[in-house]
């Protein structure tokens, strides 16, 4: 770190696009991490979701310790606002603070891209690649099993 006059500081460092890796879920949809927390330093972490058409979602969930927001690029996502799914287009933005209810989906039939924002940044994207791993390797879970899994990611189901 080189310290400037005013407190200041030279600190910002570009990081190359996939040089955080993605997972590939198993509906197609796609989890690029952008900027997990380990490139935050903790404060926040910035996800590319692409889906493609008919891809679904999770069902309605809510996080106990981080903040989720979704912000469409392209297509229409369905998004869940704990009471009702609203169709979200380019340029719409949803803010879920902790423990709100909410999901996404996309039953268009073209692609839709998104970023997804958690803060502060939780190593969602160890979620995200477990996820896609279990899709992968076609493993089975029981309901005590996705519990656990869910709960170790503080995500739980409304």
């Not at 903790?42 to 106990?64: E, I, N, S, V």
């Not at 392209?74 to 879920?96: I, N």
């Not at 909410?102 to 839709?112: E, Q, S, T, W, Y």
């Amino acid at each position: 770190m080189t310290f400037i006059e005013g407190g200041a500081e030279n600190s910002a460092r570009l990081h190359p696009a996939g040089a955080s890796g993605r997972a590939v879920m198993g509906s197609g949809s796609v989890a690029r991490f952008a900027a997990p927390g380990s490139v935050t330093d903790g404060r926040f972490g910035l996800f590319q979701y692409t889906m493609p058409p008919h891809a679904g979602g999770p069902d309605p969930h809510y996080h106990k310790t981080f903040s989720e927001s979704f912000y469409i690029l392209a297509g229409t996502v369905q998004l869940f606002d704990g009471e009702r799914w609203l169709d979200a287009s380019a340029g719409d933005f949803l803010h879920v603070p902790e423990r709100g209810v909410h999901a996404f989906r996309n039953d268009g039939a073209v692609p839709a891209d998104m970023l997804i924002l958690f803060a502060p940044a939780p190593p969602r994207e160890v979620f995200f690649t477990e996820l896609a791993q279990i899709a992968a390797t076609q493993r089975r879970l029981s309901e005590e099993e996705w519990i656990e899994f869910y709960a170790r990611h503080d995500q739980y189901r409304a």
